[in-house]
């Protein structure tokens, strides 16, 4: 399993940029991968990196239809093959699920 977290927004249209985030969530949300959002980013599971890479590129490809000039975009992969990882196994480890 491998766990992303992921933020995407443009930094070319003005001060508020959330209809972009807005809609780029609900693009995460109809991908079929596992998905928490938080105030910051959002918390991806998938089953291969492929996965993951394949909805970074669609968010982007998103914005870009929206008319964006210039996206900034953070990514941070997990990809863990000693054991099973998921979403709900770090919180756990962590005390907070």
Do not use: N, Q, W
Request: net charge negative.
């Amino acid at each position: 399993m491998v766990i992303a977290e992921f933020s995407i927004f443009p930094t070319s249209e003005g001060p508020s940029v959330s209809r972009y985030v807005k809609e780029v969530i609900k693009l995460i949300e109809s991908s079929g991968l596992r998905s928490e959002t938080g105030a910051m980013s959002t918390t991806i599971e998938a089953p291969d990196l492929a996965s993951i890479l394949k909805l970074v590129e669609a968010c982007d490809h998103l914005l870009t239809e929206m008319g964006a000039r210039r996206i900034h975009l953070d990514l941070r992969v997990d990809h863990r093959l000693d054991k099973e990882a998921t979403i709900d196994s770090k919180l756990k480890a962590v005390g907070k699920r």
